[in-house]
């Protein structure tokens, strides 16, 4: 993952590209399963049933302050985070889709790999985090197939995250903690658009 | 000429004037001022990094003094001063540091230096330059608008004091926490704060955070504090085969922090003799290699470093002083036999032969047996001797370089075991007699003999009886083992027993004892001992004087099934000794049996003692039985008591007796009672009585009473009482009296019954029922039908005197119609029954009359008369007339005629033939005979005389 966000970090990140044009080539590995929607509906309900509990275990996780400031430290203020529109069509929805769960899935992985190291006790938020990743991972999958087989949408230009590598430790669990509180918010919306 | 003369005068001046000049800018300028210096940040470690050089050095190196000045803020504020010595060499760049105690972020600082050039071997060059100008450094931009503290993470050691600051022009008010704690706050300028920690403590790895507030924005910064860097201990180096030196630390204490803020210290070794240097991998040891020809000579420097520290340790050494030879290798034996062994072993190579000096121990299961110093080179050799066969021992050798004996090698051990021998000493005997029959029933015991002693393993016990008064006759047992004893059943007369244990290289010497053919003397007395909890003091008085030693025996177990028979030998000359078993319990009785054993190995019982270690307080109460209950009184009595089993010598009994009244007997105490009740309690102090007699009761009272026995260690259980209610006295005096009557009525009443035949025979034999007579039927067939029974009035009777003695009057014969006329005679009964209308006429019979007899005619035997009953006379009669008239009339005559003076004299007219016996007249009854046959004694009148109502026959049968 550090390398997938080494790859796709360039100028300008932090802002959505636009997708593939409707009549580009597409082809996935594996044909999509007749009810992938309702297996992506499920993923977004899981999502969302673990994202509160994934939020207490990181800002428990850090100690103070951040427990008893969370609407100081954790608020959900992520620059750059892909935007979504409820309102839009299910294809539109379907890129938005799979531009915030890229995003977030780049952003849970540098979040476990830091939270390894500052908290290398914490294993059960460790184990969140790796099992949020996991199900994300799928549900691109499932997003992807969906544009692909339906939409015909072979690409999305996604977007990641700022680069946290050179931040303070402070920083980065701050960072952490802000994108955990705004997936948290996300998901929850993006579960009921679908 | 003169032009050239002024152009070389002007020449000469225009030089010398630069050469004036050169000289003032050298006297300004001198290469020895520091130049180009640049100052640089280290953020991480919070250092302004000090970098210049120093033009044309006179010499190859200079000893100069830097003196430097930092100021913060503006110049004016200068905020450190201070010298930087140092040798400079030509062309060196020359660096220096400085850790600001203030996070360089908050604040711009200048740096300025000069130099000194002091030199003692160049005295003549006496330089100071004037101060550089001021460097500036300024605080780095933040990368993000939202940082308010620095510096951000920090790495500082335990007990550091640190310092964050906050710049800022437009919020004053901020204030900073270490976990719930208020960090103090300076004010530096006008928008610079400072934020001190003293003294900060280590807490993880992973770092502290110190969170700032200012207004709604929060922001934080985490210190990461590292253990102090220790200083590696017990540095040493040594060398095992003169190819690689070891060296090896205590590292203490790791550094490493998380987040890689620190890593593990690291450690080098620096050779300086050598000028060789090696970093260490490993934290705690590492490994330097000695050159072919190698300096004798080592000077190590072993430094740990991290981040904030170094330390270095120093050790210097000769290499022969350091070798630590290998463990001897291939330790083998050889030549093994019962008691010797040789052990050989080898040493790995170590350099040119060094002499070695090896220890070897010799252990057995327990400890070290022996301990040896062998001088060796390479390969090692050593006998034992001396050792135990049958034994397993381990063998452990180390060796040490013979001529610094710098330290001794690992041990190197291997074990091995002796050949057997057969064993070495005879077994200890003893055993058990009983007497059966004129048998010996012998149960002999022998204690195993010792490792020490059995060398080897036994494998059976051979035993031999011999009978000593016929010597043919012996007894051969073959016990395998490890048993250790066995039964033997002996005749009469004394045996020697032999018993040898046998391993499989031979037989132990024989051991020896003789069983007397007489029965051991068990009358000797048993005496009491006291015991302790050590055991026990026994002690006897010699028998005889011919004797080998004295076996004193017991059970340690006398409680259970197998007693486990212990004995012990004592010498001849002594007559005492004390047992002491780890089996011996408080409260369990010991018994003890002290034998004499004779020059003959004959045992005779000496002495015999019991006794406890300790005393404990009976464990049981009597089983109680009430006797002799009586109102006033009653008796306890108990069985045998086991005193056998007691935990300590009975010395007497308590009985204790409840009872409403609230005095007791004199030689009774009152005494409480766990329910708060009490009792009178009665102390009998023989412990032979078994009985006890509670008297001075009151009748119909509730008593309540218990038993208990007790030693000298306490009163047994206070079992539970039993309760007794004393009877009434008047209605057990009744039963006194009654039942022996009673039991004298039903006894006569049986006997009575038994001798019911017997007696109606005798006091009132059956009447004969007229009838039922033969006689009747006769008369019918024959003469005439109409006559049915006898009447009086057809009977002449006989004369009846009537003699009165006090009268004198005498009844004259034959005048006997006159006398039943005479009113005032007495008459017969039958006169007043048989009525005159029925009678039928005189017959020519003769009759008797039936008169109750008096006491002269029932005796009569000779006319087997049977005496009518009085009280059967009324039934008999009853049909005849009216029982009053009868009875009293039957009474009257008996009452009116005295029976001293009315005799009445019987004159039978004919004397009957026949017996008195019924049943003989029925079986056989006589020929008719006219007026000489019996006739009945109540004639009946016609139309009574048939047939006899069942009724009435079955009233009349028993007569």
């Known amino acids: 993952m550090p390398l997938l966000l080494v790859l796709h970090w360039k100028h300008g990140a932090g802002s959505p590209l636009p997708f593939t044009p409707v009549n580009a080539t597409c082809a996935t590995r594996h044909p999509c399963h007749s009810n992938v929607m309702s297996q992506i509906r499920n993923q977004l309900a899981q999502l969302n049933g673990s994202a509160n509990a994934l939020f207490i275990l990181y800002y428990t996780a850090q100690g103070e302050p951040f427990p ?16 979504f529109h409820a309102n839009g ?10 531009r915030i769960i890229a995003y977030l899935g780049a952003a849970l992985s540098n979040i476990t790999q830091d939270q390894k190291l500052l908290n290398p006790n914490a294993l059960s938020l460790h184990s969140k985090l790796s099992v949020t990743a996991d199900v994300m991972r799928g549900l691109l999958s499932n997003v992807h197939c969906r544009l692909c087989n339906k939409y015909h949408v072979a690409h999305v230009d996604v977007a990641y995250g700022p680069d946290t590598s050179d931040k303070d430790v402070f920083q980065k669990k701050k960072l952490g903690c802000q994108l955990l509180g705004k997936y948290k918010q996300v998901i929850g919306i993006v579960t009921q658009a679908f | 000429m003169a032009l050239f003369a002024v152009f070389q005068t002007a020449f000469a001046l225009a030089l010398l004037s630069l050469r004036t000049c050169q000289s003032e800018v050298l006297d300004e300028y001198l290469p020895l001022a ?13 250092h302004l990094r000090l970098q210049w050089i120093v ?16 100021s913060r803020i503006e110049t004016s504020k200068v905020i450190w001063t201070g010298n930087y010595s140092t040798t400079v060499k030509k062309n060196q760049v020359l660096h220096w540091s400085w850790e600001s105690e203030l996070p360089l972020e908050c604040a711009t600082h200048f740096v300025r230096i000069k130099s000194i050039a002091n030199d003692a071997r160049f005295p003549q060059l006496n330089f100071v330059s004037n101060w550089s100008s001021w460097e500036e450094v300024p605080a780095p931009t933040p990368g993000d608008s939202q940082w308010l503290i620095f510096p951000r993470s920090k790495l500082v050691e335990e007990g550091a004091n640190v310092t964050f600051c906050y710049n800022s022009e437009t919020n004053h008010n901020i204030s900073c926490y270490l976990g719930d704690e208020l960090i103090h706050r300076e004010q530096l300028d006008s928008n610079l704060y400072t934020f001190q920690l003293t003294n900060v403590p280590f807490i993880n790895i992973y770092g502290i955070t110190i969170a700032c507030w200012e207004n ?14 220790e200083e590696p201990k017990n540095f040493s180096c040594q060398t095992q085969d003169y190819k690689t030196l070891k060296c090896t630390w205590d590292p203490g204490v790791d550094t490493a922090l998380g987040y890689n803020k620190q890593p593990s210290q690291h450690y080098t070794l620096f050779e300086s003799i050598s000028g060789k240097k090696k970093f260490c991998g490993q934290k705690n040891w590492c490994d330097w290699e000695i050159s072919e020809d190698f300096p004798k000579t080592y000077n190590f420097t072993l430094t740990a470093e991290n981040y904030l520290r170094k330390r270095t340790v120093r050790s210097v050494f000769d290499l022969t002083d350091r070798v630590h030879p290998k463990a001897p290798e291939s330790v083998q034996f050889k030549n093994v036999g019962t008691t010797n062994a040789t052990v050989t072993w080898k040493m790995p190579v170590l350099g040119n032969y060094v002499p070695l000096l090896c220890h070897i121990q010799l252990h057995d299961k327990e400890t070290v047996r022996q301990e040896h110093n062998v001088s060796i080179r390479v390969n090692g050799e050593f006998l034992f001797r001396e050792l135990q066969p049958d034994t397993e021992y381990m063998v452990r050798i180390r060796c040490i370089e013979a001529t610094h004996l710098w330290k001794w090698s690992e041990w190197a051990s291997q074990t091995f075991l002796t050949a057997e021998a057969a064993p070495s000493k005879a077994l200890d005997v003893w055993r058990i007699v009983r007497s059966d029959k004129g048998l010996h029933n012998v149960a002999l015991l022998w204690k195993p003999l010792s490792k020490f002693h059995a060398n080897g393993k036994i494998l059976f016990y051979n035993i031999i009886a011999q009978n000593l008064d016929k010597k043919s006759e012996l007894k051969r047992l073959c016990i395998h083992a490890p048993a250790n004893g066995t039964e033997l059943t002996l005749g009469q007369g004394s045996y020697q027993i032999q018993v040898t244990a046998n391993n499989s290289v031979g037989t132990s010497p024989a051991s020896e004892i003789v069983i007397s053919g007489s029965s051991e003397n068990e009358e000797v007395e048993e005496e009491r001992i006291n015991g302790t909890e050590d055991g026990f003091f026994i002690s006897w008085k010699p028998r005889s004087g011919n004797m080998t030693r004295y076996v004193v025996d017991w059970c340690a177990h006398p409680q259970s099934l197998h007693c486990d028979l212990q004995w012990k030998h004592v010498g001849p000359n002594t007559t005492s000794a004390i047992i002491s078993s780890d089996a011996f319990r408080p409260g369990i009785r010991y018994n003890f049996r002290i034998y004499e054993l004779s020059a003959e190995k004959t045992a005779y019982l000496v002495e015999r003692k019991t006794g406890y270690t300790q005393e404990l307080a009976p464990s049981d109460s009597p089983q109680v039985v009430v006797r002799n209950l009586t109102s006033h009184s009653f008796a306890l009595s108990w069985k045998a008591y086991d005193t056998e089993s007691q935990s300590g010598f009975i010395q007497g009994y308590y009985v204790c007796l409840k009872s409403n009244t609230t005095q007791c007997h004199p030689d009774s105490v009152r005494v409480g009672l766990p329910d708060k009740s009490t009792c009178c309690k009665h102390d009998i102090s023989d412990p032979k009585q078994k009985t006890f007699l509670v008297k001075n009761l009151q009748p119909e009272s509730f008593y309540e009473f218990s038993v208990s026995s007790y030693t000298s260690a306490g009163e047994g259980p206070n079992t539970t009482f039993m309760k007794v209610t004393t009877p009434d006295g008047r209605s057990y005096m009744l039963m006194q009296i009654i039942l022996p009557v009673t039991l004298c009525v039903l006894l006569t009443a049986v006997m009575c019954y038994w001798k019911s035949q017997w007696v109606k025979e005798k006091c009132y034999p059956d009447i004969p029922d007229p009838y039922k007579s033969s006689i009747l039927s006769l008369i019918k067939s024959k003469e005439n039908t109409h006559l049915t029974i006898m009447n009086v009035k057809d009977c002449i009777p006989d004369a009846i005197e009537v003699i009165h003695k006090s009268e004198g009057t005498k009844a004259q014969f034959p005048g006997t ?8 005679s007495p008459k017969p009964a039958n006169l007043y029954l048989l009525p005159a209308e029925d009678f039928s006429g005189p017959a020519p019979c003769i009759s008797f009359e039936n008169f109750t007899y008096n006491a002269s005619a029932c005796d009569s035997d000779s006319f087997a008369h049977i005496p009518v009953p009085s009280t059967a006379l009324p039934n008999q009669l009853g049909m005849l007339a009216s029982p009053d008239n009868v009875e009293n009339t039957h009474t009257n005559s008996q009452e009116e005629i005295p029976a001293g003076e009315i005799s009445l004299n019987y004159v039978s007219q004919l004397a009957s033939p026949m017996s008195g016996d019924k049943d003989t007249l029925l079986i056989d009854p006589p020929e008719p005979v006219l007026c000489s046959e019996y006739k009945m004694q109540m004639a009946v009148p016609s139309h009574l005389a048939s047939p006899v109502p069942s009724e009435m026959a079955a009233s009349l049968e028993p007569f």
Do not use: W
């Not at chain 1, 069509?89 to 799979?98: D, F, I, P």
């Not at chain 2, 119609?817 to 005032?824: G, V």
């Open chain 1, 68 to 83: 008893n400031n969370l609407d100081k430290l954790c608020a959900p203020n992520v620059t750059d985070f892909p935007p």
């Open chain 2, 216 to 229: 709604n924005r929060i922001d934080g910064a985490v210190l990461f504090v590292s253990k102090v860097l």
């Open chain 2, 34 to 46: 520091p130049q180009s210096l640049n100052v640089s940040i280290n953020a991480t470690l919070q």
């Open chain 1, 89 to 98: 069509t299910e294809k539109a929805r379907l890129v938005e889709l799979y």
């Open chain 2, 55 to 70: 033009h044309q050095l006179p010499y190859q190196e200079l000893q100069m003094v830097f003196p430097i000045e930092i």
């Open chain 2, 817 to 824: 119609e006159k006398l039943f006329t005479e009113s005032d």
